[in-house]
């Protein structure tokens, strides 16, 4: 029997849901090597860093319906689900950074955005 993937992403802008056609997330450390010159020739020092989050998504146009200004939006919610409700993860205080529209032949139309989070959060229950 096959097992079930997650599958759900769900973005919110202003408490109205649009369907996602595509989602990438980066998370990046910020951990750092502190190089120091030493008689093995070797890195011995580390350092925290910050950590941030890059995501990239692409939501379908609505017909007619598309009444968010991307250029002004802030506080942008994205949560990716399991379909049995058994995992969530959740970028809060999203903001868009750059976006554009793509259109193909087959009749998708989607505008694909580049944004920051500032915060994340995993749950599984």
């Known amino acids: 029997m096959a097992e079930e993937a997650v599958g759900s992403i769900v973005m919110s802008v202003d408490g109205q849901e649009y369907d996602c056609s595509k989602f990438t ?33 692409s939501v379908v146009i609505p017909d007619g319906k598309d009444t968010v200004d991307w250029d002004g939006v802030e506080g942008i919610r994205i949560s990716i689900e399991s379909p049995t409700g058994g995992f969530r993860e ?30 994340y959060l995993k749950e599984s229950f």
């Not at 070797?42 to 860093?49: L, Q, R, S």
């Open 90 to 119: 959740t970028y809060t205080d999203c903001e868009v950074v750059e976006y554009s529209d793509s259109y193909d032949v087959n009749g998708e139309t989607t505008r694909d955005l580049t944004l920051f989070a500032m915060d």
């Open 25 to 57: 997330s980066k998370k990046t450390t910020g951990n750092k090597r502190i190089l120091t010159m030493n008689r093995k020739l070797k890195a011995k020092f580390k350092t925290k860093g910050i950590t941030i989050y890059d995501l990239t998504c």
